[in-house]
Protein backbone atom coordinates (compact mmCIF):
# COMPACT_ATOMS: atom_id res chain seq x y z
CA UNK A 1 0.00 0.00 0.00
CA UNK A 2 1.67 3.60 -1.41
CA UNK A 3 1.58 6.18 1.07
CA UNK A 4 0.02 9.21 0.62
CA UNK A 5 2.53 12.01 -0.61
CA UNK A 6 1.07 14.27 2.51
CA UNK A 7 1.41 11.80 4.79
CA UNK A 8 5.38 11.06 3.39
CA UNK A 9 6.36 14.61 3.76
CA UNK A 10 4.54 14.77 7.55
CA UNK A 11 7.13 11.65 8.83
CA UNK A 12 10.29 13.25 6.91
CA UNK A 13 8.41 16.55 8.89
CA UNK A 14 9.21 14.71 11.82
CA UNK A 15 12.60 13.29 11.21
CA UNK A 16 14.37 16.19 10.59
CA UNK A 17 12.41 17.68 14.15
CA UNK A 18 13.92 14.91 15.51
CA UNK A 19 17.04 15.63 14.51
CA UNK A 20 17.06 18.63 15.42
CA UNK A 21 16.31 18.10 18.79
CA UNK A 22 18.82 16.01 19.31
CA UNK A 23 21.31 18.21 18.06
CA UNK A 24 19.91 21.38 20.34
CA UNK A 25 20.36 18.91 23.42
CA UNK A 26 23.82 18.18 22.41
CA UNK A 27 24.56 21.83 22.07
CA UNK A 28 23.04 22.76 25.54
CA UNK A 29 25.41 19.87 27.42
CA UNK A 30 28.86 21.14 25.92
CA UNK A 31 27.92 24.75 26.74
CA UNK A 32 27.06 23.91 30.18
CA UNK A 33 30.21 21.96 30.26
CA UNK A 34 32.27 24.70 29.24
CA UNK A 35 30.36 27.33 31.62
CA UNK A 36 30.72 25.25 34.28
CA UNK A 37 34.35 25.63 34.50
CA UNK A 38 36.72 27.99 36.02
CA UNK A 39 39.01 29.24 33.34
CA UNK A 40 42.09 31.49 34.77
CA UNK A 41 42.21 34.40 33.11
CA UNK A 42 46.16 36.29 32.42
CA UNK A 43 46.36 39.44 34.58
CA UNK A 44 49.03 41.68 35.95
CA UNK A 45 51.09 41.57 38.58
CA UNK A 46 50.21 42.99 42.02
CA UNK A 47 52.11 45.71 42.84
CA UNK A 48 53.91 44.56 46.05
CA UNK A 49 55.21 41.44 44.69
CA UNK A 50 58.45 41.95 42.93
CA UNK A 51 59.10 38.73 42.10
CA UNK A 52 58.82 38.33 37.95
CA UNK A 53 58.89 34.46 37.47
CA UNK A 54 55.26 34.09 38.76
CA UNK A 55 52.25 34.15 36.25
CA UNK A 56 49.10 36.09 37.83
CA UNK A 57 45.55 35.08 36.52
CA UNK A 58 42.04 36.40 37.76
CA UNK A 59 39.52 32.91 38.25
CA UNK A 60 35.90 33.81 38.66
CA UNK A 61 33.80 32.59 41.82
CA UNK A 62 30.27 32.38 42.56
CA UNK A 63 28.25 35.89 43.38
CA UNK A 64 30.46 37.26 40.75
CA UNK A 65 33.61 37.52 42.51
CA UNK A 66 37.21 37.07 41.82
CA UNK A 67 39.91 35.49 42.74
CA UNK A 68 43.85 36.13 41.89
CA UNK A 69 46.14 33.13 41.55
CA UNK A 70 49.90 33.19 41.08
CA UNK A 71 51.76 30.18 39.59
CA UNK A 72 55.50 29.14 39.64
CA UNK A 73 56.28 26.57 37.51
CA UNK A 74 59.27 23.78 38.07
CA UNK A 75 61.80 23.99 35.56
CA UNK A 76 62.89 20.16 36.36
CA UNK A 77 62.61 18.02 33.93
CA UNK A 78 60.00 15.30 33.92
CA UNK A 79 55.92 15.25 34.98
CA UNK A 80 54.93 17.50 37.02
CA UNK A 81 52.34 17.21 39.76
CA UNK A 82 50.50 20.09 40.95
CA UNK A 83 49.82 21.81 44.21
CA UNK A 84 47.13 24.08 45.22
CA UNK A 85 48.77 26.46 48.55
CA UNK A 86 45.36 27.13 50.71
CA UNK A 87 46.00 30.21 52.50
CA UNK A 88 45.14 30.40 56.44
CA UNK A 89 43.22 33.43 57.88
CA UNK A 90 45.86 36.00 57.03
CA UNK A 91 45.21 35.44 53.42
CA UNK A 92 47.11 35.57 50.42
CA UNK A 93 50.78 37.25 51.86
CA UNK A 94 54.23 37.37 50.02
CA UNK A 95 54.92 34.32 51.43
CA UNK A 96 53.73 32.25 49.58
CA UNK A 97 55.87 32.65 46.45
CA UNK A 98 58.53 31.51 48.99
CA UNK A 99 56.77 28.35 49.89
CA UNK A 100 55.94 27.57 46.05
CA UNK A 101 59.40 27.89 44.96
CA UNK A 102 59.98 25.28 47.50
CA UNK A 103 58.34 22.82 45.94
CA UNK A 104 59.13 23.68 42.55
CA UNK A 105 62.65 23.32 42.84
CA UNK A 106 61.44 19.66 43.97
CA UNK A 107 59.23 18.69 40.44
CA UNK A 108 55.73 20.68 41.67
CA UNK A 109 53.97 23.09 39.56
CA UNK A 110 52.70 25.28 42.77
CA UNK A 111 49.55 27.81 42.21
CA UNK A 112 48.35 29.64 45.35
CA UNK A 113 45.13 32.05 45.49
CA UNK A 114 42.58 33.99 47.99
CA UNK A 115 39.54 31.62 48.33
CA UNK A 116 38.38 34.80 50.59
CA UNK A 117 39.41 38.28 50.63
CA UNK A 118 42.32 39.11 53.08
CA UNK A 119 41.46 39.75 56.41
CA UNK A 120 41.34 42.67 58.13
CA UNK A 121 43.67 44.25 61.19
CA UNK A 122 43.71 41.15 62.44
CA UNK A 123 46.57 39.87 59.38
CA UNK A 124 48.85 42.78 59.26
CA UNK A 125 51.78 43.12 56.82
CA UNK A 126 55.45 43.02 57.76
CA UNK A 127 58.49 44.19 56.40
CA UNK A 128 59.29 40.73 55.64
CA UNK A 129 55.95 39.52 55.04
CA UNK A 130 53.66 41.59 53.25
CA UNK A 131 49.83 41.01 52.10
CA UNK A 132 48.76 40.69 48.81
CA UNK A 133 44.99 42.42 47.73
CA UNK A 134 42.34 40.11 46.89
CA UNK A 135 39.53 43.03 47.56
CA UNK A 136 37.14 41.09 44.96
CA UNK A 137 37.21 37.82 46.72
CA UNK A 138 34.25 36.61 49.03
CA UNK A 139 34.48 37.27 52.47
CA UNK A 140 36.06 35.32 54.82
CA UNK A 141 33.45 32.72 56.52
CA UNK A 142 36.17 29.98 57.50
CA UNK A 143 35.97 26.80 57.41
CA UNK A 144 32.39 26.56 57.00
CA UNK A 145 30.43 24.65 54.17
CA UNK A 146 29.48 27.84 52.66
CA UNK A 147 33.18 28.14 51.95
CA UNK A 148 33.09 25.05 49.54
CA UNK A 149 32.00 26.93 46.22
CA UNK A 150 35.20 29.71 46.87
CA UNK A 151 37.62 26.77 47.39
CA UNK A 152 36.58 24.57 44.57
CA UNK A 153 36.14 27.86 42.04
CA UNK A 154 40.24 28.23 42.85
CA UNK A 155 40.70 24.50 42.33
CA UNK A 156 39.21 24.58 39.03
CA UNK A 157 40.99 27.95 38.33
CA UNK A 158 44.56 26.22 39.50
CA UNK A 159 43.71 22.89 37.05
CA UNK A 160 43.41 24.89 33.86
CA UNK A 161 46.76 26.58 34.45
CA UNK A 162 49.11 23.83 35.86
CA UNK A 163 50.76 20.85 33.94
CA UNK A 164 48.92 18.02 35.16
CA UNK A 165 45.23 19.06 36.03
CA UNK A 166 44.29 15.62 36.63
CA UNK A 167 46.84 15.34 39.53
CA UNK A 168 45.93 18.32 42.26
CA UNK A 169 47.33 18.20 45.55
CA UNK A 170 45.46 20.90 48.07
CA UNK A 171 48.52 21.70 50.75
CA UNK A 172 46.30 23.85 53.22
CA UNK A 173 47.66 26.31 56.25
CA UNK A 174 45.94 26.57 59.08
CA UNK A 175 42.22 27.08 58.24
CA UNK A 176 43.42 26.21 54.88
CA UNK A 177 43.84 22.92 56.12
CA UNK A 178 40.68 22.53 57.61
CA UNK A 179 38.78 23.68 54.42
CA UNK A 180 40.66 21.24 52.62
CA UNK A 181 39.99 18.74 54.63
CA UNK A 182 36.19 19.54 54.28
CA UNK A 183 36.27 19.43 51.20
CA UNK A 184 37.90 15.91 50.87
CA UNK A 185 34.53 15.08 53.04
CA UNK A 186 32.26 15.56 50.19
CA UNK A 187 33.62 13.16 48.05
CA UNK A 188 36.51 14.91 46.59
CA UNK A 189 39.97 12.72 46.42
CA UNK A 190 42.14 15.21 46.23
CA UNK A 191 45.44 14.60 48.20
CA UNK A 192 45.38 16.26 50.92
CA UNK A 193 48.48 18.27 53.12
CA UNK A 194 47.23 19.95 56.18
CA UNK A 195 49.63 22.62 58.32
CA UNK A 196 48.69 23.05 61.46
CA UNK A 197 45.19 22.78 60.15
CA UNK A 198 42.31 24.17 62.26
CA UNK A 199 39.72 20.84 62.21
CA UNK A 200 37.65 21.00 65.01
CA UNK A 201 35.72 24.45 64.06
CA UNK A 202 37.72 26.25 66.10
CA UNK A 203 41.45 27.72 67.88
CA UNK A 204 43.08 29.67 70.47
CA UNK A 205 42.04 32.70 69.07
CA UNK A 206 38.32 32.02 68.50
CA UNK A 207 35.87 30.90 65.38
CA UNK A 208 33.42 32.35 63.03
CA UNK A 209 29.76 31.34 63.07
CA UNK A 210 28.77 28.09 61.41
CA UNK A 211 32.62 26.37 61.08
CA UNK A 212 32.70 23.11 60.82
CA UNK A 213 34.33 20.51 63.09
CA UNK A 214 35.89 18.80 59.80
CA UNK A 215 36.81 15.28 62.65
CA UNK A 216 32.84 14.25 62.75
CA UNK A 217 33.27 14.29 59.19
CA UNK A 218 36.27 12.03 59.08
CA UNK A 219 34.48 8.62 57.96
CA UNK A 220 33.73 10.83 54.53
CA UNK A 221 36.92 11.30 53.69
CA UNK A 222 38.78 8.97 51.04
CA UNK A 223 41.27 11.41 50.05
CA UNK A 224 44.84 10.79 50.87
CA UNK A 225 45.89 13.46 54.02
CA UNK A 226 49.49 14.29 55.46
CA UNK A 227 48.90 15.86 58.91
CA UNK A 228 51.93 17.90 59.69
CA UNK A 229 51.17 19.65 63.37
CA UNK A 230 53.79 21.78 65.79
CA UNK A 231 53.33 20.39 69.40
CA UNK A 232 54.08 23.78 70.51
CA UNK A 233 51.28 25.35 68.06
CA UNK A 234 49.52 27.90 70.70
CA UNK A 235 47.17 28.61 68.10
CA UNK A 236 45.52 25.38 66.84
CA UNK A 237 46.65 22.96 69.44
CA UNK A 238 47.87 20.09 68.39
CA UNK A 239 45.30 17.54 69.65
CA UNK A 240 43.27 18.82 67.01
CA UNK A 241 45.90 16.75 64.79
CA UNK A 242 45.92 13.46 66.58
CA UNK A 243 41.62 14.14 66.83
CA UNK A 244 41.96 13.57 62.65
CA UNK A 245 44.70 11.20 62.40
CA UNK A 246 42.61 9.06 64.96
CA UNK A 247 39.65 9.59 63.45
CA UNK A 248 40.82 9.25 59.82
CA UNK A 249 42.61 5.34 61.12
CA UNK A 250 39.40 4.15 62.72
CA UNK A 251 37.78 4.23 58.81
CA UNK A 252 40.97 2.82 57.35
CA UNK A 253 42.14 5.80 55.57
CA UNK A 254 45.21 7.03 54.11
CA UNK A 255 46.45 9.40 56.47
CA UNK A 256 50.29 9.96 57.46
CA UNK A 257 51.54 12.04 60.47
CA UNK A 258 54.07 14.24 61.60
CA UNK A 259 54.37 16.10 64.84
CA UNK A 260 57.50 18.70 65.71
CA UNK A 261 58.53 19.08 69.04
CA UNK A 262 59.14 22.64 70.49
CA UNK A 263 57.58 23.98 66.74
CA UNK A 264 54.87 26.67 66.55
CA UNK A 265 52.20 27.28 64.18
CA UNK A 266 53.09 26.74 60.55
CA UNK A 267 55.97 25.55 61.20
CA UNK A 268 58.07 27.80 60.25
CA UNK A 269 61.61 26.78 61.84
CA UNK A 270 60.36 22.95 60.22
CA UNK A 271 59.70 24.22 56.83
CA UNK A 272 62.62 22.32 55.10
CA UNK A 273 61.54 19.45 56.55
CA UNK A 274 58.02 20.27 55.92
CA UNK A 275 58.75 20.45 52.25
CA UNK A 276 60.86 17.20 52.49
CA UNK A 277 57.64 15.31 53.99
CA UNK A 278 55.18 17.00 51.28
CA UNK A 279 57.37 15.33 48.65
CA UNK A 280 58.03 11.91 49.76
CA UNK A 281 54.32 11.86 50.43
CA UNK A 282 52.95 13.06 47.15
CA UNK A 283 55.82 10.82 45.54
CA UNK A 284 55.14 7.65 46.92
CA UNK A 285 51.74 8.29 45.34
CA UNK A 286 51.89 9.25 42.23
CA UNK A 287 54.64 9.90 39.56
CA UNK A 288 57.07 12.17 40.33
CA UNK A 289 59.83 13.44 38.22
CA UNK A 290 63.78 12.24 39.56
CA UNK A 291 64.68 15.70 40.56
CA UNK A 292 61.45 15.23 43.48
CA UNK A 293 63.47 13.22 45.43
CA UNK A 294 66.94 15.70 46.18
CA UNK A 295 66.85 18.19 48.52
CA UNK A 296 66.30 21.58 48.06
CA UNK A 297 69.13 24.32 47.15
CA UNK A 298 66.71 27.01 47.48
CA UNK A 299 66.55 28.88 50.96
CA UNK A 300 63.83 29.58 52.84
CA UNK A 301 62.89 33.26 52.19
Request: glycine share 10%.
Amino acid sequence: MHRAPADMALRRTRGVHRRLLVALVLVGFVAAACGSSQQAEPTTRPQNVEDKSISWSVVPAPADHHLRLGVVKSHVPGHHIGILLVTGTEGLSTDYPGVAHELATRGFDVAFGCWFASAGSDAPSTQQIKRISCDDAPNLVGVADAALPNLNALVAGARSVLHDYSTLALVGFSRGGGIALLRASTGKTDPVVSVSGMVEGTSNLGNLPNEVNVVTRADRIDAPVLLLHGEADNIVPVAQARDMEQALRAHGADVVAKYYPGAGHGLPTVRTDAVEQITKFLCTRFDCPAGSQKPSTTPAP
